[in-house]
T-cell receptor, first 113, second 115 residues
Framework: LAKTTQPISMDSYEGQEVNITCSHN???????ITWYQQFPSQGPRFIIQ???TKVTNEVASLFIPADRKSSTLSLPRVSLSDTAVYYC??????????????FGRGTSLIVHP | DVKVTQSSRYLVKRTGEKVFLECVQD?????MFWYRQDPGLGLRLIYF???????EKGDIPEGYSVSREKKERFSLILESASTNQTSMYLC??????????????FGSGTRLTVV
């Protein structure tokens, strides 16, 4: 059973705000919600993490409702350089009990001029 | 900054060859991971390791093995390369292994083509 569900792709235009929603209906009480960004020909890199309510940094904002069953990554005023794949992660336990990062397919965001 | 270095950016190998993909990290991280990335399938975990000489299978270990003789180095081995192993391979490392997923650092990837 997939831990997270997010749209496969999204399109936007420069200057617009982009919101990517991730569903994680089975999130555990102690799980964080973490987002990574991957540019073409690079490995993913961490952009934001939260537990509840709202988190903001210089790159993005993360909105988490009270039930924590979903989260929304918000990118303000996107530019062409925000074209990337965005991954939503929650805790995923390996058979030995330790947590491992499960990235899935992510959301491919294409920003148009 | 943590640096994860993958020894080759591009590799071309022949079917049946034994292939070694090397990954080195320089921040004394305990945990290391190998993923492969294919169009439409995202990142899939092949193997991971939480300590020297320790390894654990990920979601798609078939056709692969790993070696971790030193803490900083994690090697992915394709025992007999096949064309369906043509892919982008990504190595990652992290310090912690709890619910905090913010600390994973990736290499730039090795694009392997098996002909």
């Amino acid at each position: 059973l997939a831990k997270t569900t997010q749209p496969i792709s999204m399109d936007s235009y420069e200057g617009q705000e982009v919101n990517i929603t991730c569903s994680h209906n089975n999130i555990a009480t102690n799980d964080y919600i973490t987002w990574y960004q991957q540019f073409p020909s690079q490995g993913p890199r961490f952009i934001i993490q939260g537990y509840k309510t709202k988190v903001t940094n210089e790159v993005a904002s993360l909105f988490i409702p009270a039930d924590r069953k979903s989260s929304t990554l918000s990118l303000p005023r996107v530019s062409l350089s925000d074209t990337a794949v965005y991954y939503c992660l929650v805790g995923d336990k390996a058979s030995g009990g330790s947590y491992i990062p499960t990235f899935g397919r992510g959301t491919s965001l294409i920003v148009h001029p | 900054d943590v640096k994860v270095t993958q020894s080759s950016r591009y590799l071309v190998k022949r079917t049946g060859e034994k292939v070694f993909l090397e990954c080195v990290q320089d921040m004394d991280h305990e945990n290391m991971f190998w993923y492969r990335q294919d169009p439409g399938l995202g990142l899939r975990l092949i193997y991971f390791s939480y300590d020297v000489k320790m390894k654990e299978k990920g979601d798609i270990p078939e056709g692969y093995s790993v070696s971790r003789e030193k803490k900083e180095r994690f090697s992915l081995i394709l025992e007999s390369a096949s064309t369906n192993q043509t892919s982008m391979y990504l190595c990652a490392s992290s310090l912690v292994r709890d619910t905090d997923m913010s600390g994973y650092t990736f290499g730039s990837g090795t694009r392997l083509t098996v002909v």
